[in-house]
Nanobody
Framework: VQLQASGGGLVQAGGSLRLSCAVS????????MGWFRQAPGKEREFVAA????????HYADSVKGRFTISRDNVNNTVYLQMDSLKPEDTAVYYC?????????????????????WGQGTLVTVSS
């Protein structure tokens, strides 16, 4: 499976962006999907995840209420709607795919739960 993230850019604090992750090679409905981010000098951190059937979503506390993950299994695309952006949201954002269905949210925050990764897309939030 191949993942292609897009939609990053420069935005002012308080603004919005929508990231997309196009999945090819296998049908999207096979996979749980996640978004992670990595800021300069920091470790990769969990942002959001969604099970293969969209029955369960999970968010990091830092983005809860501001970001929304969704998926379109017909068009093989996963989205991350980011609202009320803050300068601390500045990072490279990565999408990832998992063959594991984590309804509890216990495992998706771990990068090791995801076996497939796309290249990142840079999000810069100016103050």
């Amino acid at each position: 499976v191949q993942l292609q993230a897009s939609g990053g850019g420069l935005v002012q604090a308080g603004g919005s962006l929508r990231l997309s992750c196009a999945v090819s090679g296998r049908t999207l409905s096979t996979y749980g999907m996640g978004w992670f981010r990595q800021a300069p000098g920091k470790e990769r951190e969990f942002v959001a995840a969604i099970t293969y059937n969209a029955a369960s979503t999970h968010y990091a506390d830092s983005v809860k209420g501001r970001f929304t993950i969704s998926r379109d299994n017909v068009n093989n695309t996963v989205y991350l709607q980011m609202d009320s952006l803050k300068p601390e949201d500045t990072a490279v954002y990565y999408c990832a795919a998992s063959l594991f269905a984590d309804y509890s949210g216990r495992y998706y925050p771990r990068p090791s739960a995801f076996g497939f990764w796309g290249q990142g897309t840079l999000v810069t939030v100016s103050s």
